[in-house]
T-cell receptor
Framework: DAKTTQPPSMDCAEGRAANLPCNHSTISGNEYVYWYRQIHSQGPQYIIH?????ETNEMASLIITEDRKSSTLILPHATLRDTAVYYC??????????????WGLGTSLAVNP | NAGVTQTPKFRVLKTGQSMTLLCAQD?????MYWYRQDPGMGLRLIHYSVGEGTTAKGEVPDGYNVSRLKKQNFLLGLESAAPSQTSVYFC???????????????FGEGSRLTVL
């Protein structure tokens, strides 16, 4: 599975949109982009995933560039509870491929009042 | 519906002692995983299981053993604990990955282990 690159930290004002970038320039055609977050010392939580089209759910939106070499996770109206470490991961869609995930250090997002 | 439950949540051991971490899931997922998380490092896979009665080594399996006698439980054992095994341990589960890129991981709340 491809590796990803994320900024180590970001700040965002409460109520504003938080845009978290991720670079995955070596992604291959059968790999999806997944986002997870980890609040304080809790277990990571799945947020969203996508292949090439933009995706939206109740938590966030995922924008993937046309060449699929980068993506942006958007939290439209960040709250203090969104303060967490956000992980961008790519994985192939084959059974059992969670065993090959490469977890980096993610982006530590601080939402400020 | 508890999801993924880990016990114990905290434990302090002396070097050489043994212990078992239990992961229990009620989501009927096929896959289960044990990770460790250390400061300055990403999550690292210790062992995983693709179904009842099967286990396999992950990235950092040395010093650990696992068993999956029942589909809903995945046990992580430390036979002779070492200070290097001081860490936060996370259990995770996932269902079979499908064509639309499912198979996301569901994590427990973690077990903090200190080995003195």
């Amino acid at each position: 599975d491809a590796k990803t690159t994320q900024p180590p930290s970001m700040d965002c004002a409460e109520g504003r949109a938080a845009n978290l970038p991720c670079n995955h320039s070596t992604i291959s055609g059968n790999e999806y982009v997944y986002w997870y977050r980890q609040i304080h010392s809790q277990g990571p939580q799945y947020i969203i995933h996508g292949l090439k089209n933009n995706e939206t759910n109740e938590m966030a939106s995922l924008i993937i560039t046309e060449d699929r070499k980068s993506s942006t996770l958007i939290l439209p109206h960040a709250t203090l509870r969104d303060t967490a470490v956000y992980y961008c991961i790519v994985r192939a869609v084959r059974a059992g491929n969670n065993r090959k995930l490469i977890w980096g250090l993610g982006t530590s997002l601080a939402v400020n009042p | 519906n508890a999801g993924v439950t880990q016990t114990p949540k905290f434990r302090v051991l002396k070097t050489g002692q043994s212990m078992t971490l239990l992961c229990a899931q009620d989501m009927n997922h096929e896959y289960m995983y044990w990770y460790r998380q250390d400061p300055g490092m990403g999550l690292r896979l210790i062992h995983y299981s693709v179904g009842e009665g099967t286990t396999a080594k992950g990235e950092v399996p040395d010093g650990y053993n696992v068993s999956r006698l029942k589909k809903q439980n995945f046990l992580l054992g430390l036979e002779s604990a070492a200070p290097s095994q001081t860490s936060v341990y996370f259990c995770a589960t996932s269902k079979l990955a499908g064509g639309r890129g499912t198979g996301e991981l569901f994590f427990g709340e973690g077990s903090r282990l200190t080995v003195l």
